[in-house]
Structure formats: structure tokens, C-alpha cells
């Protein structure tokens, strides 16, 4: 029967001894143990929310790089279509406003002429005209001395001129 | 290198376990007799390696007791307080300034004195008996380890462990997530570091008990003072931290008045459902810890009685003993640690009992 009742010297010794476990362990073992514990999983749960995170980023990015390709594409079409078009235009300004030159080139160049003919036509009379002065010069020293032919001479060429002139 | 030192350690310990554990416990019984003439006595060895001692026996050898000798402590009314090691007894014929063991009757085994009627008397006996000694060992060990661990999560505290600590990691952890947070409740952290030493004090004790020599063997954790003091921490840490709704349901409980006025019986059931609890836990566990040690002892002492009758039985009884005695070994060491986790999950639950809180839901029924 002695086992089973508590001797009082094991009580106190018990009591001492679980005491001063308790003590020690709920002060200086276990807190940090439970605490690295929970640390880790918090730090565990951060790294997976950030892996998560970049994850989706990632994602994002991949999509907005699609975007802005695809609307590089359409700036690039945009931009090409421009320039086929400016460059018809350029060509096809270029060709009036050579077109208008030329004409007016032309124009000149008919001007010029004419001016050029008409100056040549006057040149041309004028050296007919001294030609014909020379040539009256000479006749007129010769036939002065008389005065019946003197005369003729003059009707006949008062007489042609008149002729040419009308 | 610290491993490989600690399974060294560990497997010559084991050997020396196997070895001498055996033979440790039982070859007492044939102390200063022929051991041929004098068959053993199973239930007295049984019952002496139960019960508590003033010395720590080791092993007898050659009728050569070899046995580490402890201080006993005492205060007779008397001859005052008393302080000398156990060793006296066995050098002065059993008896030291008039302080003897008592052989026979209510102090049985127990250091008695005789007053003036001779009548044998107790005096008060603080003894650091074997299970005190034990308990201090333990108890050290216990810091020890537990500190060890404390110390690789101080110095780095998110590193993943690995080794004996990663190990202890896992086994802290599995009581701590699956018995103190869910039953405990809300209230959980208030309770979680005395709930996690209740564990650990009662399972280092309960596998120190199965250790054959000398640090272990000691039947602490089936002794009834060890439980004892282990169901009264467990009913006084939930009786002083009830709430008030406890309380009240403790003494004016929700029953028909008749039941509580003019004669109290539901207090009365109450307050004895209040003891039954701590006692129950103290029961169990005392209980299956000592039928641990005696059936291994039973057992063992199977071998011994059974040396005497012939060769074949003898034989065939030895190897079936040891068979069955590393069964209950394993059996002995699950034991170990379900009672550990019955009496932590039994005072977790207690506690969660006593942290009930007044009814929300009817208030909130009221105030809509």
C-alpha cells in the first residue's frame, strides 16, 4: 500500500525540481525556440508573397511588352504609310514645279528669241541702212556734178522708199 | 564532429545498457545467500525497485553491494534537524543516531525513529532520496537539452536546423501546433510554455525511467509523490486562471434552483468532478509507468526463477523473456510518450474548460 501514498520528502523535492524546470524553460528555452520558429514561417510566407509577386510582375511586364510592340508595330505601318504617301506627294509637287519651270523657262527662252530676232532684225537694218547710205554716198559722189541725173537718182529713190515703206 | 561523437557516445552507452541492465536490477535478490538455495523472490524485488530508497543501488557484486550513497535529511521533534549520508546506516548495523529503516509494518522501508513508548515514529523526512535525485538529474538534463536547442534559434533564428535540433524542432513543434493551440483555444499563449514544459518534464522523465543504469532507471514518473505534484500544478494553474463564467458554473450552475438551494448537490458534483480531474490524471500516469517497470522487471526475473530448473527450460525461458522484454521495451517507449502527451492534452483541455467565456451570441441576440 506504501505506493500509493505520496511520500512528502519526493513532493517537496518535485516541487523544487518541476519548479525550477518551469522556470527555466518557459523563460529561456522555449520562447526563443516557438519565436525562431514563428520567424521563419513569417519569413517563409513573406518570401513566397514576394515570389508571388515578382511572379505576377513578370507577367505584366511580358504583357506590357507585347503591348508596346504591337503598337510599335502599328506606329512603324503608321509611319510607313506616311512616307510612301509623302513621297508620292513630294514626287508629285516635284514634277508641277518642274513642270512650271520649265514652262516658264520656256517661256523666256521663247521671249529671248524673240528679242534676240528682233535685234537681229534691227542689227540687220540698221547695217542695211548704212549699207544703203554708204551706197548712196558713193552714187551721190559720183553723180552730183549733174544736175538731171542728180534729180532722177532722187525721184528713183524717193521712189523706192516710198515703195518699201507702204 | 559533434554528431559523430554523440552516436559513439550513444552506442557505447546502449551496450553497456544491454549489458548491465539485465543483471543490475535483479542479482540483489541473491545478496549474501546461495543463490541455488534461495529461489527469488520476483514480487519483493519488484516491489523494492518501485518504491523509493535512501540509496541509489547500483549492482551487487560478489555480496558486495555497490551503491551510490545519499544524504538523508531530516527533522525530529526530538533530536532537531539531521544531515548524513545513508552510507551510516550500513556501517553502524542499520541504525545511525537512533534513526533506523524500518523493516516491517506502516513505515515500511521508510527512516523511522521510536519515541519514548516505542512506538516508531516518522520524523520529517526531506530525504534526497533516489527519485529526488533522479528528478534533479533529469530536471538538469532537461535545461540542458532544452537550452542547446534555445541557443541554435538565438543564434540564427530563420536558418533551417539540422541534427539533434532540427529533430527536437519537429517533436516541440508537433505538441505545440497539434495539442496546445487547438485545445487550448484563444487563450493559448498564456498557457503554451507551462503546457510545453509539462510535456517535455514528463517524457524526459518517463524514457529516463527506461534508461537501465545509473542516471535512469529510477521509477520517477511511477511514483505517486512525482504525479502527485505534477496533478496539482495542472489543477491549480487551471483553477486559479478561470474566468468568472467558470466560476459560475462551478457554483450556480444553469440548473433548476431545486437542484443547487436547499441542498447543494450540483456544487457538490461540480467540486468533486473539480478533484477527480488532477486525480485521474495523477492515476494514469503513475499507473501505467509503474506496470512498465514491473512488467520489464517481472520479466527479467522470469530468467532468474526459471535458472534453476534444468538446462532446456531455462534456456528457452531466456530467450523467450528477452524477446518479449524488447517488445515491451518499444511498447514501454510509446508509453513514454502517450502518457507525456495524455497528460499535456488532458490539462489542455482542463484549461480550455476554465477559460469559457459568457455566451455572445444570445447578448447579441438581445441587443438586435
Redesign the interface.
Known amino acids: 500500500m506504501?505506493?500509493?501514498?505520496?511520500?512528502?520528502?519526493?513532493?517537496?523535492?518535485?516541487?523544487i525540481?518541476?519548479g525550477?524546470?518551469?522556470l527555466?524553460?518557459?523563460k529561456?528555452?522555449?520562447?526563443?525556440?516557438?519565436?525562431?520558429?514563428e520567424?521563419?514561417n513569417k519569413?517563409i510566407n513573406e518570401s513566397l508573397e514576394a515570389a508571388r509577386q515578382a511572379r505576377e510582375d513578370l507577367k505584366n511586364v511580358k504583357a506590357d511588352g507585347e503591348k508596346i510592340l504591337e503598337q510599335a508595330k502599328k506606329e512603324q505601318a503608321k509611319i510607313l504609310a506616311e512616307a510612301v504617301e509623302s513621297r508620292e506627294t513630294i514626287i508629285r509637287d516635284a514634277m508641277d514645279k518642274a513642270r512650271k519651270e520649265a514652262n516658264v523657262m520656256i517661256d523666256l527662252a521663247r521671249k529671248q528669241i524673240e528679242a534676240e530676232k528682233d535685234d537681229a532684225i534691227r542689227d540687220i537694218r540698221k547695217e542695211v541702212v548704212n549699207l544703203s547710205f554708204d551706197i548712196a554716198e558713193k552714187l551721190l559722189r559720183k553723180n552730183l556734178d549733174q544736175q538731171a541725173e542728180q534729180e532722177a537718182v532722187i525721184n528713183q529713190l524717193i521712189d523706192e522708199m516710198n515703195i518699201h515703206k507702204s | 564532429m559533434f554528431n559523430k561523437t554523440l552516436k559513439y557516445f550513444l552506442s557505447v552507452w546502449m551496450f553497456l545498457a544491454m549489458s548491465t541492465s539485465l543483471s543490475a536490477e535483479v542479482v540483489p535478490q541473491a545478496e549474501g545467500s546461495n543463490p541455488e538455495a534461495a529461489p527469488l523472490d520476483a514480487k519483493e524485488l519488484i516491489l523494492e525497485h518501485l518504491k523509493d530508497d535512501y540509496e541509489w543501488h547500483i549492482a551487487t557484486y560478489k555480496n558486495k553491494k555497490i551503491s551510490i550513497p545519499l544524504p538523508i535529511i531530516l527533522y525530529s521533534k526530538n533530536s532537531g534537524a539531521q544531515l548524513f549520508s545513508s552510507a551510516k546506516f550500513d556501517q553502524n548495523n542499520g541504525c545511525y543516531k537512533g534513526f533506523y529503516i524500518s523493516k516491517t509494518g506502516k513505515y515500511k522501508g521508510k527512516v523511522v525513529e521510536t519515541d519514548a513508548s516505542g512506538n516508531e515514529i516518522r520524523p520529517i523526512d526531506l530525504s534526497l532520496t533516489k527519485n529526488a535525485l533522479s528528478l534533479l538529474i533529469g530536471s538538469f538534463l532537461l535545461i540542458i537539452l532544452m537550452l542547446f536547442i534555445a541557443r541554435a534559434y538565438k543564434n540564427e533564428p530563420v536558418k533551417p536546423k539540422k541534427g539533434l535540433v532540427g529533430a527536437m524542432e519537429v517533436f516541440i513543434l508537433s505538441v505545440y501546433d497539434d495539442v496546445i493551440k487547438p485545445v487550448v483555444g484563444e487563450d493559448y499563449k498564456k498557457y503554451r510554455y507551462y503546457l510545453l514544459t509539462l510535456f517535455f518534464f514528463i517524457f524526459f522523465n518517463n524514457i529516463l525511467g527506461l534508461v537501465p543504469i545509473f542516471p535512469g532507471g529510477a521509477n520517477v514518473t511511477g511514483n505517486i509523490a512525482v504525479t502527485l505534484t505534477l496533478a496539482l500544478s495542472t489543477f491549480l494553474i487551471v483553477n486559479l486562471t478561470g474566468t468568472r463564467e467558470y466560476y459560475k458554473g462551478i457554483f450556480w450552475p444553469d440548473v433548476p434552483v431545486w437542484l443547487k438551494f436547499p441542498f447543494p448537490l450540483m456544487i457538490i458534483i461540480e467540486l468533486v468532478g473539480l478533484i477527480t480531474k488532477p486525480f485521474a490524471l495523477m492515476i494514469r500516469l503513475f499507473a501505467n509507468i509503474m506496470a512498465g517497470h514491473a512488467i520489464v522487471l517481472g520479466l527479467v526475473s522470469l530468467i532468474f526463477i526459471t535458472a534453476h530448473m534444468g538446462a532446456a527450460l531455462s534456456s528457452s525461458m531466456t530467450g523467450f523473456s528477452v524477446v518479449l522484454i524488447i517488445f515491451i521495451y518499444f511498447i514501454e517507449m510509446l508509453v513514454a510518450y502517450i502518457q507525456a502527451y495524455v497528460f499535456t492534452i488532458f490539462t489542455a483541455i482542463f484549461i480550455n474548460g476554465a477559460r469559457v467565456k459568457p455566451p455572445k451570441t444570445e447578448k447579441s441576440l438581445e441587443s438586435t
Open positions: 506504501s505506493l500509493l501514498t505520496p511520500d512528502l520528502g519526493l513532493v517537496f523535492w518535485m516541487s525540481a518541476f525550477i524546470v518551469i527555466i524553460l518557459t529561456f528555452a522555449f520562447p526563443p525556440i516557438i519565436k525562431g520558429v520567424d521563419r519569413y
